[in-house]
């Protein structure tokens, strides 16, 4: 698709007990938009992840995978299995704008390097969890990301592995993880940890609900604990058609002083609690409509996953269509904050990128997050050398969509909240669930209320957590029994370790090592 011209970069670092051949084969040994040494050994490729058989289905799936050893001991350091959500986003948008050891923003799409190659350009993120474990993505189901099925292929569309839901899923991804284990059997010795945002709510607790399940499990026995972020619980909790009516979208919103304080109590006078609550009631009343319109139009735009984002570029989660007329067409014409309030703004709208016009679009958000990373690593990832440098096929066709897009997807997991109880009262598994306190798709409000109606008991009410046990404050945090705890984190999005990175970084290193969150001192800074 790109020419580009091929930036070498050494890595360091060796992997502990002995490499199979086929992970050997692919390692990879450059990067291209990174011009240095990698911090560790990086591999991606290919492995089997279900047969007809295995599945019911007519096909035999392929994951692709990225693999980011430790950059300190990837022998002793936990290794974090990563996916994101949806369903349909691939988790190469995790690594390489959330958590990796390397991210993209706008000026990726204005160096000197991006002139000359068409590769956008990597920067080195200081928050990756490469720094404390071992990090295994998950592109999950195909054909998301570069994973495949066939008879289709590398070259196959959203719809050429057939139809998936929740249940299909979790077993396709316990296939991949026991397949992967093959390949790299040296991380049998380390502890897992599942870890994801948003529909990853699903995922997460469904593959963990068939690990421990598993008596020929092998990784079983290794996994330590899961954590979801921002995530859908079920259709009957969240994520679905019998999920909450408006009421938790009123209370985030007045909480977060977004309309009148008048308005609010008229809409909580006029409207039946039953319909603001909802779990399957719609709300009818004609009074209580009329109001909860006019709520809206008070709100105005905002991004639908991070309500104070000042970013004014196109802040998609799919990427651009590229055209075959003009391979460096990449989204930046696009007006400011023009989102909706319940799915974030798409467009198809493409301007040619020209090196006369550089502009350096990188203006940190209010969440001092670098802006327009998504974008490009959707350029990334679809470049020529990339995909050599992936192990993929010169034509093999990269999806990722959001919310079931471009793809068949169907919700069929109701309600987990008994699993969350059951994993409390019953294993040994610690549990994180934690929200940014400024999302507004799956918000803080709704979190609190589903955590604390699964009837375990408090050991540590609702406090303050912070990153120095002073005034750096982190957010807030619920503790109960059976190593369950709720989180939130201030001032962040859905995508927590994109917008609030050394946040992320700090919570995740405390709860992995099992340690207890740090309180605040009692003292507020004085101007």
């Known amino acids: 698709m790109f020419t580009v011209v091929l930036l070498v970069a050494l890595?360091?670092?060796?992997?502990?007990?002995?490499?199979?051949?086929?992970?050997?084969?692919?390692?990879?040994?450059?990067?291209?938009?990174?011009?240095?040494?990698?911090?560790?050994?990086?591999?991606?490729?290919?492995?089997?992840?279900?047969?007809?058989?295995?599945?019911?289905?007519?096909?035999?799936?392929?994951?692709?995978?990225?693999?980011?050893?430790?950059?300190?001991?990837?022998?002793?350091?936990?290794?974090?299995?990563?996916?994101?959500?949806?369903?349909?986003?691939?988790?190469?948008?995790?690594?390489?704008?959330?958590?990796?050891?390397?991210?993209?923003?706008?000026?990726?799409?204005?160096?000197?390097?991006?002139?000359?190659?068409?590769?956008?350009?990597?920067?080195?993120?200081?928050?990756?969890?490469?720094?404390?474990?071992?990090?295994?993505?998950?592109?999950?189901?195909?054909?998301?990301?570069?994973?495949?099925?066939?008879?289709?292929?590398?070259?196959?569309?959203?719809?050429?592995?057939?139809?998936?839901?929740?249940?299909?899923?979790?077993?396709?991804?316990?296939?991949?993880?026991?397949?992967?284990?093959?390949?790299?059997?040296?991380?049998?010795?380390?502890?897992?940890?599942?870890?994801?945002?948003?529909?990853?709510?699903?995922?997460?607790?469904?593959?963990?609900?068939?690990?421990?399940?598993?008596?020929?499990?092998?990784?079983?026995?290794?996994?330590?604990?899961?954590?979801?972020?921002?995530?859908?619980?079920?259709?009957?909790?969240?994520?679905?058609?019998?999920?909450?009516?408006?009421?938790?979208?009123?209370?985030?919103?007045?909480?977060?002083?977004?309309?009148?304080?008048?308005?609010?109590?008229?809409?909580?006078?006029?409207?039946?609690?039953?319909?603001?609550?909802?779990?399957?009631?719609?709300?009818?009343?004609?009074?209580?409509?009329?109001?909860?319109?006019?709520?809206?139009?008070?709100?105005?735009?905002?991004?639908?996953?991070?309500?104070?984002?000042?970013?004014?570029?196109?802040?998609?989660?799919?990427?651009?269509k590229m055209t075959a007329h003009n391979e460096r067409q990449y989204w930046s014409s696009v007006p400011p904050m023009q989102h909706s309030t319940t799915t974030p703004r798409t467009t198809t709208t493409a301007t040619t990128f020209t090196t006369s016009s550089p502009k350096r679009r990188a203006l940190p958000a209010v969440n001092d997050y670098p802006c327009d990373g998504p974008q490009a690593m959707f350029v990334w990832v679809q470049t020529p050398q990339v995909k050599a440098a992936l192990h993929v096929a010169a034509d093999a066709n990269f999806f990722s969509g959001d919310n079931g897009v471009g793809f068949t997807y169907n919700i069929t997991e109701p309600n987990l909240m008994p699993f969350y109880v059951q994993v409390a009262k019953e294993t040994n598994l610690r549990v994180l669930v934690y929200n940014g306190d400024t999302d507004p798709g799956i918000n803080s409000f709704v979190a609190q209320n589903w955590t604390s109606s699964l009837g375990l008991k408090e050991t540590e009410e609702w406090r303050p957590w912070t990153l120095d046990n002073k005034e750096y404050m982190g957010g807030y945090v619920t503790r109960y029994e059976g190593n369950f705890d709720y989180l939130t984190i201030r001032g962040s999005g859905h995508m927590v370790p994109e917008f609030k990175p050394k946040v992320t970084l700090a919570f995740l290193t405390k709860w992995i090592n099992n340690e207890e969150w740090d309180t605040w001192d009692g003292k507020n800074l004085e101007l």
């Open 11 to 320: 890595v360091v670092g060796h992997s502990h007990g002995q490499d199979t051949p086929s992970a050997l084969q692919d390692e990879i040994k450059q990067l291209p938009g990174w011009n240095d040494a990698l911090p560790s050994r990086h591999f991606a490729g290919h492995v089997a992840a279900g047969t007809a058989t295995e599945l019911g289905v007519d096909h035999t799936m392929f994951e692709h995978y990225y693999f980011v050893e430790s950059e300190k001991d990837p022998k002793t350091a936990p290794l974090i299995v990563w996916t994101n959500g949806g369903p349909g986003a691939s988790s190469m948008f995790g690594l390489f704008v959330e958590l990796g050891p390397f991210y993209f923003d706008a000026s990726s799409l204005d160096t000197l390097e991006f002139n000359k190659t068409g590769v956008p350009t990597m920067y080195r993120n200081a928050h990756s969890w490469s720094t404390i474990a071992n990090v295994l993505i998950i592109n999950s189901p195909p054909p998301i990301g570069y994973s495949y099925c066939t008879p289709a292929g590398q070259t196959g569309d959203g719809y050429s592995c057939g139809t998936w839901n929740d249940t299909k899923t979790a077993v396709h991804n316990e296939i991949y993880l026991e397949s992967w284990l093959q390949r790299f059997p040296q991380y049998k010795q380390n502890d897992w940890y599942l870890i994801g945002e948003s529909y990853a709510g699903i995922y997460v607790p469904t593959l963990a609900r068939r690990i421990i399940n598993n008596p020929t499990s092998n990784i079983s026995t290794l996994l330590k604990g899961f954590a979801v972020g921002d995530g859908c619980v079920g259709s009957d909790v969240l994520c679905g058609a019998n999920g909450p009516g408006p009421l938790f979208h009123l209370e985030f919103f007045r909480g977060h002083g977004q309309f009148s304080d008048k308005l609010y109590h008229a809409t909580k006078a006029t409207c039946p609690y039953d319909q603001l609550l909802g779990y399957g009631v719609k709300v009818t009343d004609k009074a209580c409509q009329t109001l909860l319109a006019q709520v809206d139009q008070q709100i105005g735009a905002y991004y639908a996953y991070n309500l104070y984002d000042s970013c004014w570029y196109q802040n998609s989660l799919e990427p651009p």
